[in-house]
T-cell receptor, first 113, second 111 residues
């Protein structure tokens, strides 16, 4: 398996623009997580899905952030409008049933100017 | 107070040294404890997984959990330059769906 695949790897955009990050989880994994990592705050859980259903979005910082999982093999995290403080590395991770192991993608590094 | 506290370092040791990494936590409901290793510009990868209290050994790595003190440790014996990475502790109450991460400790092992 290719692992968790994220795109884009790098994104530089201007304040106010819409940003869409994409994730393809590992086949057969029923949990999908979106995390954000910054030097100041470390790794923060934004939202997670179980069987394509959002379970907990309490970590989503504001209404500017939204996430969807239309099917078992694809998820998006959208920021609209983006702000400089959204600059971070966004990780997607998936997990198989009944285990505690998260498999992370390589991350999407977002810079908002 | 953060739910999971971890000294961010940085920590620098010579090759062959024993490394001790630690985390403390405040939520007594945590019972799944993990250590993830993150190389520069990569995603974290699971290194060690422990349920409840006790020790677990895997090669040069040993994980310890002391639930009474709310304290977990990762020991690396005979450290190698390839161990240079950021080590993140993680823990949850219900397996994988509410995991909380420490800030990560950046380790450098010098040849």
């Amino acid at each position: 398996d290719a692992g968790v695949i994220q795109s884009p790897r790098h994104e530089v955009t201007e304040m106010g623009q819409e940003v869409t990050l994409r994730c393809k989880p590992i086949s057969g994994h029923d949990y999908l997580f979106w995390y954000r990592q910054t030097m100041m705050r470390g790794l923060e859980l934004l939202i997670y899905f179980n069987n394509n259903v959002p379970i907990d979005d309490s970590g989503m910082p504001e209404d500017r952030f939204s996430a969807k999982m239309p099917n078992a093999s694809f998820s998006t995290l959208k920021i609209q409008p983006s702000e400089p403080r959204d600059s971070a590395v966004y990780f997607c991770a998936s997990s198989p049933p009944r285990t505690g192991e998260l498999f992370f993608g390589e991350g999407s590094r977002l810079t908002v100017l | 107070q953060k739910e999971v506290e971890q000294d961010p370092g940085p920590l620098s040791v010579p090759e062959g040294a024993i490394v001790s990494l630690n985390c403390t936590y405040s939520n007594s409901a945590f019972q799944y404890f993990m250590w993830y290793r993150q190389y520069s510009r990569k995603g974290p990868e699971l290194l060690m997984y422990t349920y409840s209290s006790g020790n677990k050994e895997d090669g040069r790595f040993t994980a310890q959990v002391d639930k009474s003190s709310k304290y977990i440790s990762l020991f690396i014996r005979d450290s190698q330059p390839s161990d240079s990475a950021t080590y993140l502790c993680a823990m949850s109450a219900h397996n994988n769906n509410d995991m909380r991460f420490g800030a990560g400790t950046r380790l450098t092992v010098k040849p």
